[in-house]
């Protein structure tokens, strides 16, 4: 290919639709997920931009049961610590969110930040060196995206011990957890964020946030 | 909706078109970019998702001449000093690349994330506070698709000083520097990263980059 195909009406207005469609799923099905399917997801990842062309991502995929029950039990750890920094009826609501899908979730896939890559020779990161981390997040996002376009669930678990789930993943020296995600079929289909149904936070409106300088 | 729309295999094809050719675009004509065109890109990034429902983005369009001139020149001197850290073939290499389009880029923008945001109460960032700002990356990330969509060309720089960017923005206390935008159209297309064409950098195989436990 010498042009990028052109990207017509019809395919932006799926492309809204698919961003507007792309939700943090807690409620999965428990039947497997191809292999190959996961194998797709990860190559679009891997197209996403990064600093220095860095590549800096790696995947975990947590198969055996003692590093996915250190998963849920890490994240029941810091879930009930974090219900503890809540009073009243915030405490109350937050005690019946539902926040993660591990238990139901066919494919535990931890993602890391390779702090240790020669790859990309350090160009672009002398000065905001978080931009290795933040290429990872771009990868993830391209895995979210082309999972939804798939009817796949992805939810991102960040109520847990970074340190713990990464020992207990035994993974390479200088990788760093960037995610820690749950894919698999979703049992059920949301516009609204599950946060803002359930009452905690609403969305606000995009010109709140543009200031001109 | 009830219910997302089909996303068929023409859709899926293109969407993998729409990452393939999604580039970091350093070289821009100079012809304004419509405001509505701005405004909608904007519009898609805030619906994407962020930890607790947070929405910590905040966009600054950067208009006038003097903080213009305090992004080009804070590169400047970022650059200056990342190409002293190299040597020989490689310092060489870097002093050719062309790593950012902000003397042509109609609109230049900066992304922040406001860490003194209250909304989302805190929730899903007690143990990993990072995730307010990969949550501001993720909006980046739907920004820039839908960009490529339009035929509009992002390009990030992480090449610069962002407190000095951020001084001379002046913007509201709790406000971290996420990103620093070049947005336009492009003068040519590739399929490859400017990097790996320069020769600076190849892609690796996802392959690689994948581990089981």
């Not at 930040?113 to 350090?122: F, I, S, V, W």
Request: proline residues 8%.
């Amino acid at each position: 290919m010498s042009a990028p195909p052109p990207f017509g009406p019809e395919f932006k207005a799926a492309l809204r639709d698919l961003m507007l469609w792309r939700r943090d799923v807690r409620r999965f099905r428990t039947d497997p997920l191809p292999d190959a399917d996961v194998a797709r997801l990860i190559d679009l990842a891997c197209v996403a931009p990064s600093v220095g062309n860095s590549q800096p991502w790696r995947f975990v995929l947590v198969e055996s049961e003692p590093c996915r029950r250190a998963a849920r039990e890490s994240f029941a750890r810091a879930n009930r610590a974090a219900l503890d920094g809540y009073d009243g009826e915030s405490r109350a609501l937050y005690a019946r969110l539902k926040l993660e899908g591990l238990h139901a979730a066919p494919v535990h896939l931890a993602v890391f930040a390779d702090e240790a890559t020669g790859r990309g020779a350090g160009l672009g990161r002398q000065t905001m060196p978080e931009t290795l981390r933040y290429s990872v997040v771009g990868a993830i996002h391209h895995l979210w995206l082309a999972a939804r376009a798939e009817g796949i669930g992805v939810g991102w678990i960040s109520i847990l011990e970074p340190g713990v789930v990464t020992r207990a993943l035994s993974v390479p020296v200088g990788w760093a957890l960037v995610a820690y995600l749950c894919l698999g079929w979703p049992v059920e289909e949301h516009l609204d964020p599950e946060l803002e149904r359930a009452g905690w936070q609403a969305r606000a409106t995009p010109s709140g946030f543009i200031l001109r300088r």
